[in-house]
């Protein structure tokens, strides 16, 4: 929820995206959408979410908990896929009825991954190698920024999760999982209304209370990470957290708002384009030199050609590659075992 409060940017959307749906937006005006106290609406009940995965529990205490967590929304039926069903003659309507049909359906906020290798579940190589990198997928584009994520912003999650990876952190249980849920929500929703109150441990905080609280336990780190780098970029990242927790005028999505009121109309839509066209002539401006547009334009030529290749070397029908796709072995009881 810290990194919603902080970097969400999304607190408009425009009238066509909820068309049909029911809602508890307000009305900005007569194209745009809103909450007063939204920070990203993307990462809400109405975003990037699945009522499906609602049931599911996914547990981070290790490796395996998480892994067995998916695996069994990958092999379950779910019923009301079923009733969907899987195809419509020729037509494809899904790809399974399990809750999960593949493992990047999980819309988790924060997922360990590892590289996988051409026709391998990505869950079996998670348990053959382990994590590679972790993804943050709650993080908005920021607006204002021509290329989506400022570097204080890069240097504020460099932080937060070495914080993660340090601290301790007792098992997490169903109901603590469900807590969480509902913060995110929460914070989604209405993170800049200075009454809302998060569960933790059974109890209602602050949210900046527990915010400044978290930042406290990040300084040693930024400290650490300025002394390696020579300069005080991770502590300064860490100050302009901390005037966002102390004053919700500073953040991303309160900007957004600000900024959409002097627009013409006051329009989400307008406030986009004017960015997107402002970003655009600010990296159109920028030198790129002849070796870089070589290398790109060699890089888009070798993928068209590795595609045609791929497309000429296909000798199964899709149904069949589909039914040995998904019925490849996820994780092994001897991968469960490693797991542990």
């Avoid at 920070?39 to 499906?52: K, N, W």
């Avoid at 006051?266 to 401006?285: C, E, G, I, N």
């Avoid at 070397?313 to 589909?322: C, G, Q, V």
Wanted: hydrophobic letters at 40%; charged letters at 25%.
């Amino acid at each position: 929820w810290l990194l919603l409060y902080l970097f969400g940017a999304s607190p408009t959307v425009c009238r066509t995206f909820v068309a049909g749906r029911t809602h508890g937006l307000r009305e900005f005006n007569t194209g745009t959408l809103f909450l007063p106290g939204a920070t990203s609406l993307r990462m809400g009940p109405l975003g990037y979410q699945s009522d499906a995965q609602a049931s599911l529990a996914v547990s981070f205490n290790n490796l395996r908990s998480y892994a067995e967590s998916l695996n069994a929304a990958l092999t379950k039926p779910y019923p009301p896929y079923e009733a969907i069903g899987l195809r419509e003659g020729e037509d494809y309507r899904q790809l399974g009825t399990t809750l999960l049909q593949i493992e990047n359906e999980f819309y988790g906020t924060i997922r360990p991954k590892p590289r996988f290798r051409s026709g391998e579940r990505p869950l079996y190589a998670l348990g053959e190698r382990g994590v590679e990198y972790v993804e943050v997928r709650c993080m908005d584009n920021d607006p204002f920024c021509p290329v989506g994520i400022a570097a204080d912003t890069m240097r504020f999650l460099d932080m937060f999760l070495l914080h993660c990876l340090l601290s301790d952190s007792p098992p997490d249980t169903a109901e603590e999982i469900a807590a969480m849920s509902r913060n995110q929500h929460d914070v989604a929703e209405r993170g800049r209304d200075p009454d809302l109150r998060l569960e933790r441990g059974g109890q209602k905080l602050g949210l900046a209370e527990w915010g400044t609280a978290l930042l406290g336990e990040c300084e040693p780190i930024a400290a650490a990470l300025d002394a390696a780098h020579r300069g005080s970029a991770y502590r300064d990242a860490l100050a302009a957290a901390g005037k966002a927790l102390a004053d919700s005028r500073t953040t991303r999505s309160a900007r957004m708002i600000a900024e959409i009121e002097q627009t013409r109309d006051k329009s989400y839509v307008a406030f986009a384009l004017a960015q997107s066209l402002r970003h655009r002539r600010t990296l159109q401006d920028l030198p790129l030199p002849a070796e870089a547009q070589a290398r790109y334009a060699k890089m888009a030529e070798d993928s068209l050609i590795a595609q045609r290749n791929i497309e000429a070397a296909d000798s199964i029908p899709f149904e069949t590659y589909r039914r040995q796709y998904l019925t490849k072995a996820l994780l092994s009881g001897t991968l469960l075992r490693s797991l542990s």
